[in-house]
């Protein structure tokens, strides 16, 4: 009983400090050193970062303003939701061209 007692008080006062760390530091993808001001930073030579995909990003319940999806039916592309509270539903969505990616010269 002694045992379990420490053991679930040292749990308690453990479960703070992994709390402290996820909300203070930002998250680094193959960077031991991400930048401070992303909340992710992902570093990559060879490979890109696949966003969520979606068949309809207006079909989406209550989008969070800067929320960002790929939509896969209809016009496809990137869409992002501008924020725009006072705007019919699905209106505030926005489509971002399709451009080529070209690789860095130099």
Do not use: C, E
């Amino acid at each position: 009983m002694k045992h379990s007692l420490l053991f679930v008080l040292a749990l308690a006062g453990l479960l703070p400090l992994g709390t402290l760390a996820q909300s203070t530091g930002s998250v680094g993808i193959g960077t031991t050193a991400p930048d401070a001001s992303a909340a992710l930073d992902i570093v990559s030579s060879t490979k890109g970062a696949l966003l969520p995909r979606v068949a309809d990003a207006t079909a989406l319940a209550a989008p969070a303003p800067g929320l960002l999806v790929y939509q896969t039916g209809g016009t496809a592309g990137f869409y992002y939701n501008a924020g725009t509270a006072a705007a019919p539903a699905g209106s505030s969505w926005r489509r971002r061209p399709a451009r080529p990616l070209r690789p860095p010269t130099g």
